[in-house]
T-cell receptor, first 114, second 114 residues
Framework: QKEVEQNSGPLSVPEGAIASLNCTYSDRVSQSFFWYRQYSGKSPELIMSIYSNGDKEDGRFTAQLNKASQYVSLLIRDSQPSDSATYLCAVNPFWAGNNRKLIWGLGTSLAVNP | DGGITQSPKYLFRKEGQNVTLSCEQNLNHDAMYWYRQDPGQGLRLIYYSQIVNDFQKGDIAEGYSVSREKKESFPLTVTSAQKNPTAFYLC?????????????FGEGSWLTVV
């Protein structure tokens, strides 16, 4: 069974620190990878997508992809209390028909302490 | 403004009733999805549609029905056969880009059985 795994947390970091969120996936031929942020009681919002090995930066966020090791991570620099949320990892596996289904992790809860 | 509109935001259903959740998008996305999220749980796919007049069951389709008569609209009916419908329902749409199948969510609908 194709899976996406995340540490449920909670991950607690002090304000200003770097938060590191990790996600592993089982399907070696997965093509693209997404990070979403979900505040309590709200819908998920897209933070970043990545599909090539290496790092992709967008403001305070950096996504890192290592296909050989089958993991993708999200770094949040200068963490703020407003970053406190659940972070969902999603993977677009090659096997999912014509690629329109994503496989979702259960999310990691992040708490940034002032 | 482009986006995905779900209505109603809050809905109460009596035992034995069917209810319909509306989802409209003006993003010109070809694919649309319905997810269910229970408190503290991950996203579970109910149905998805990649083109008009066609849709596929997701992981938890029993007790639900959908239609896709227009590209912009993908309503979800929660039937009386769904024994535990209280949940947060999320409609989403997507389009294939260079980053893969990027999914965007509406604001969600809360359904409570009374």
């Amino acid at each position: 069974q194709k899976e996406v795994e995340q540490n449920s947390g909670p991950l607690s970091v002090p304000e200003g620190a770097i938060a590191s969120l990790n996600c592993t996936y089982s399907d070696r031929v997965s093509q693209s990878f997404f990070w979403y942020r979900q505040y309590s009681g709200k819908s998920p919002e897209l933070i970043m997508s990545i599909y090539s090995n290496g790092d992709k930066e967008d403001g305070r966020f950096t996504a890192q992809l290592n296909k050989a090791s089958q993991y993708v991570s999200l770094l949040i620099r200068d963490s703020q209390p407003s970053d406190s949320a659940t972070y969902l990892c999603a993977v677009n596996p090659f096997w999912a028909g014509n690629n329109r289904k994503l496989i979702w992790g259960l999310g990691t809860s992040l708490a940034v302490n002032p | 403004d482009g986006g995905i509109t779900q209505s109603p935001k809050y809905l109460f259903r009596k035992e034995g009733q069917n209810v319909t959740l509306s989802c409209e998008q003006n993003l010109n996305h070809d694919a649309m999805y319905w997810y269910r999220q229970d408190p503290g749980q991950g996203l579970r796919l109910i149905y998805y549609s990649q083109i008009v007049n066609d849709f596929q069951k997701g992981d938890i389709a029993e007790g639900y029905s959908v239609s896709r008569e227009k590209k912009e609209s993908f309503p979800l009916t929660v039937t009386s056969a769904q024994k535990n419908p209280t949940a947060f329902y999320l409609c989403a749409s997507s389009i294939l880009t260079g980053s893969g199948n990027t999914i965007y969510f509406g604001e969600g609908s809360w359904l409570t059985v009374v």
